[in-house]
């Protein structure tokens, strides 16, 4: 048997799988110390190398399947494990639904609710590709910048994949640095977004790669070239062949939405969510709002009707133009958007005597920026409305608006990610 303190880099041991944590890795025990590793299940008995001992845990990898949990299946894709996108497709999706109740339930310390699904596969309107020096697309393999190149992703909608061979000959014919290509598809029409960012720009865009986008735009497929100012950021729009919007129907608006910004990844869940979002505030009197991290205004927009006024915040330019050409259409005089950073309004608000009973919050994974739960404290909110889709950060922010008084009254948890560890919550805090 091995020892806690033998448990360093490059041990071999037995590791019994107890359940899945944060990050989909399966979490057991050698000698009362806690070893984690990818690709698990609970039951699983797995031959484990470790790879990084902390203070309080170390991380494995496996190396085989001594003996199986029922909980497994045969991965579909078979770029599992080596590509950086999916980690739970070695559990069946009933399965991957319930390691995803019971870990919300264990953290939050609830009883378990059953996540609203939809589609296990194909269900997402947006992938992201890296380009390798080859020109082919692909995505990162796991934990490093090396490129798995692959002509498939079964999260991929068909629509998009099905670009894939026509985006390897753009980006050949282009003869350009091409560092990223975006793809994009609007609900219900089938009009598609192709955004390549670009490492230089010399300018223009060569006849065989335009004669290709000029063909492209003939099935509604609209090219956008970007020039890369930051790594994992779109810079500026340096080409675009015919201006145009995707259109993207939620809760019965349909919504203009551009190449840059924040859209929901899963049109069908994003639905439920928003649904949801609005019938809490159907239930009470119309209220005033002040909504932050609002992207485009996909919620705001869904709830204004049922509110008396939405404030929303919002810190990129396109997205807080598009909620407001996108209010204008809709006939919705009761909205307005703010552009900049979440805290530096909200203290603005604070000195101008703004007021509003309820609070909605939609922060990207790392949750309230440091210092906003504070800047909030004075404005005596009655209800919070959270969506998240990050557990470690929700329950951290949930400890802080405790502290001013605030209970958990309503939890809903929504299946947004399919394969993957993540998922979206919506958390509704009275007092
Ligand atoms: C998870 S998205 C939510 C968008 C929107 N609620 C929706 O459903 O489409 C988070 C948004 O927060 C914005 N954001 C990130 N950090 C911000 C900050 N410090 N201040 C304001 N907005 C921020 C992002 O640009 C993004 O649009």
């Avoid at 950073?341 to 919050?361: D, G, N, P």
Wanted: charge should be neutral.
């Amino acid at each position: 048997m091995v020892l806690n303190e033998e448990l360093v880099e490059g041990v071999r041991l037995e590791l019994e799988i107890e359940r899945i944590v944060h990050g989909g890795l399966g979490l057991g025990h050698v000698d009362g110390f806690v070893v984690m590793t990818p690709f698990a299940a609970p039951g699983d008995l797995l031959s484990v190398v470790v790879v990084k001992r902390r203070r309080r845990y170390a991380l494995a990898e496996p190396l085989a399947v001594l003996r199986a949990s029922p909980w497994r299946q045969e991965p579909q894709c078979p770029w599992f494990t080596q590509c950086g996108g999916c980690n739970l497709g070695h559990l069946a999706i009933e399965r991957q639904r319930q390691v995803k109740a019971e870990l919300l339930a264990s953290e939050l310390g609830l009883p378990p609710i059953e996540l609203k699904a939809g589609a296990a596969l194909r269900y997402r309107n947006k992938g992201s590709f890296h380009v390798g020096e080859d020109g082919r697309l692909g995505f990162y393999r796991r934990g490093s910048n090396e490129l798995v190149a692959l002509d498939h992703c079964l999260l991929l909608h068909p629509g998009l994949e099905e670009l894939l061979p026509w985006l390897e000959r753009l980006v050949a014919a282009l003869k350009l640095p091409v560092r990223q290509v975006i793809v994009q598809l609007g609900h219900p029409t089938t009009l598609r977004f192709v955004t390549l960012v670009l490492a230089s720009w010399p300018g223009s865009v060569p006849e065989t790669a335009a004669a290709l986008i000029g063909e492209a735009e003939q099935q509604g497929v609209f090219t956008f070239l970007h020039q890369a100012d930051k790594p994992h950021r779109l810079g500026q729009c340096v080409f675009a062949g015919t201006p145009k919007n995707l259109q993207v129907r939620l809760c019965g608006n349909d919504l203009e939405v551009g190449n840059a910004g924040f859209f929901q990844v899963n049109h069908e869940i994003a639905e439920h969510l928003a649904r949801d979002v609005r019938a809490v505030f159907e239930a009470g009197p119309r209220e005033r709002v002040l909504e932050l991290y609002a992207g485009m205004g996909a919620l705001t927009l869904t709830l204004a009707p049922v509110v008396s006024h939405v404030y929303a915040v919002e810190l990129v330019r396109q997205a807080t133009l598009l909620g407001e050409s996108n209010a204008e259409k809709l006939g919705l005089c009761n909205v307005t958007f703010r552009t900049g950073k979440c805290l530096t309004i909200v203290q603005r608000l604070w000195r101008q005597r703004f007021s509003a009973e309820t609070l909605l919050v939609d922060p990207p994974r790392r949750g309230l920026e440091p210092g906003l739960i504070d800047a909030l404290e004075g404005f005596r909110f009655r209800r919070v409305v959270y969506v998240s889709c990050s557990l470690p950060t929700l329950k951290r922010d949930l400890t802080l608006f405790g502290k001013q008084g605030f209970r958990l009254t309503q939890l809903k948890a929504y299946d947004m990610f399919p394969q993957t560890y993540h998922f979206e919550m919506l958390a509704v805090l009275e007092r």
